[in-house]
């Protein structure tokens, strides 16, 4: 049985302004154990995916299930298999860190949850803030007690949507250690990033989504074996030709522009030369992750 099923999920939203599909017929399925990546843009369909898995929306068309409960007509079971950590910092106002993870767990049934909660605390860091009031916390303290508030009922299926977005370098580090121990556990985590690093490091599995669609399904590491070709990086203050300004990824100075092989590798350079573009710091390197996510996303179909 697969921790979490998708089954030809589809999603219209009707507004204002005419109908979105935002999602598209979505197949896959997640084993228990797995880390599992769900990566696409903006506007993809991410969180409307896992708000149908949560139960928060109603999908148009298909099927899901937690732990083989649908998550329609078993909604109470599937829930609770499942901890939810939002995009969006939603939190009770009128409560302190404590307290709120108390009526987290009353609201499962689990009670005198009290250790569990102490050691919650503890791994994210949160022990000294256990008194505070909610509204007294920085955004990344509120975002550690929406973590601990998906764990507090120990749930087989640990969903987080872009959990790291605007969060700083030593919080990103305590929560995948924190997350990497319950998947060494046993328990199944789907997790949404837009840190492609985050997802190659930590991700056994990965979906690309792309306009509500699948367009890719794999094992990151047959992701990154397929991507057999060389990036090249420079730097430079000059204009890229627009056939290169096309295919590159820039950042600030820095280009890179991926290659199929050697051959590749020297068309890029001689045209760089014909356009007269002055590079600096010139590295030939392997494909990374967020090369295969520009690949797919640019060759996917529409
Ligand atoms: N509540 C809503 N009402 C109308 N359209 C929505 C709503 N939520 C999301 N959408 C639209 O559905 C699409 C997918 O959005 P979303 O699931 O938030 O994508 P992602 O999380 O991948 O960025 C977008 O076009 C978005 O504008
Ligand atoms: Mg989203």
């Known amino acids: ?3 979490v099923s998708f089954q030809e999920v589809a999603k219209t939203y009707s507004g204002a302004r005419g109908q979105v599909r935002a999602l598209d017929g979505v197949s896959f399925d997640i084993e228990p154990g797995e880390f599992f990546g769900l990566l696409g843009p903006n506007g993809a369909g991410k969180t409307t995916l896992i708000s149908i898995l949560a139960g928060l929306a109603r999908a148009s068309a298909g099927r899901v299930t937690v732990m083989g409960h649908d998550v329609v007509a078993d909604y109470a079971a599937a829930r609770r298999a499942l901890g939810i950590v939002p995009q969006e910092l ?4 009128f409560f302190n860190v404590r307290e709120a993870l108390r009526i987290q767990s009353g ?3 689990v009670r005198h949850n009290d250790d569990w909660i102490d050691e919650l605390l503890a791994g994210l860091g949160l022990a000294d803030k256990a008194n505070a009031n909610m509204r007294q916390l920085s955004g990344g303290m509120k975002r550690r007690v929406l973590v601990a508030q998906a764990l507090v009922h120990k749930p087989p299926v640990i969903v987080l949507d872009e959990p790291t977005a605007g969060v700083d370098v030593e919080l990103r580090q305590t929560l995948w250690q924190f997350i ?3 998947n060494k556990q046993g328990h199944t985590v789907l997790l949404t990033t837009h840190y492609l690093e985050e997802a190659e490091a930590l991700c056994g599995r990965i979906a690309m989504l792309k306009q509500g669609r699948m367009v890719a399904l794999d094992r990151t590491a047959n992701l990154l074996a397929d991507a057999k070709g060389s990036v090249l990086r420079f730097k430079t203050d000059d204009t890229l ?3 290169l ?3 590159a990824r820039v950042t600030g100075r820095i280009a890179q522009v991926a290659t199929k092989d050697a ?11 014909e356009a007269g573009v002055r590079i600096e710091d010139l590295e030939i390197g392997r494909a990374d992750l967020e090369d295969v996510f520009l690949a797919i996303m640019q060759g996917a179909a529409r």
């Open 241 to 243: 030709p627009p056939d």
């Open 245 to 247: 300004a096309a295919r």
């Open 107 to 109: 609201y499962f049934g």
């Open 263 to 273: 051959a590749g590798v020297e068309a890029v350079l001689t045209r760089l030369r």
């Open 1 to 3: 049985m697969p921790a």
């Open 180 to 182: 990497a121990r319950f």
């Open 90 to 93: 939603v939190f009770d106002p």
